[in-house]
């Protein structure tokens, strides 16, 4: 029922821009906080940005200052605006919610950062 789909990847320069969409159905999507994880090849996935129901936001250290995350409760769907982007954010890019101890993932949209 549970459905998270990524989109809004692809390729960029260092010091681009890109903002990534997960569009969500099949659960009250205002009632839950909404987070983005990447996984870098060779490397565990890691969090990124989580927004709470309330709209309060908290961000991983490596992206503060450069990533936003941000909600539409109207459409279902929350955003990753990336800017300033450094090879380093190479990543496939995750949506995920939390139902207690139930976690949902959408199938991920690359994002490659390089010159």
């Known amino acids: 029922q549970v459905q998270l789909v990524e989109s809004g990847g692809g390729s960029v ?3 681009g821009s890109l903002r990534l969409s ?3 159905s099949g659960f009250t999507f ?3 906080a909404m987070s983005w994880y990447r ?3 060779g490397k565990e996935r890691e969090l990124v940005a989580t927004i709470r129901a309330g709209s309060t936001t908290m961000y991983a250290d490596s992206v503060k200052g450069r990533f936003t995350i941000s ?3 109207a459409k279902n769907t929350v955003y990753l605006q990336m800017n300033s982007l450094k ?3 190479t990543a496939e890019y995750y949506c995920n919610v939390r139902d ?3 976690l949902y993932w ?3 949209t690359l994002v490659t950062v390089s010159s």
């Open 13 to 15: 320069q260092p010091g």
């Open 106 to 108: 959408g199938k991920g």
């Open 22 to 24: 997960c569009a969500a």
């Open 87 to 89: 090879p380093e954010d």
């Open 30 to 32: 205002s009632w839950y």
């Open 71 to 73: 909600r539409d409760n």
């Open 39 to 41: 996984q870098a090849p």
């Open 100 to 102: 207690g101890g139930v």
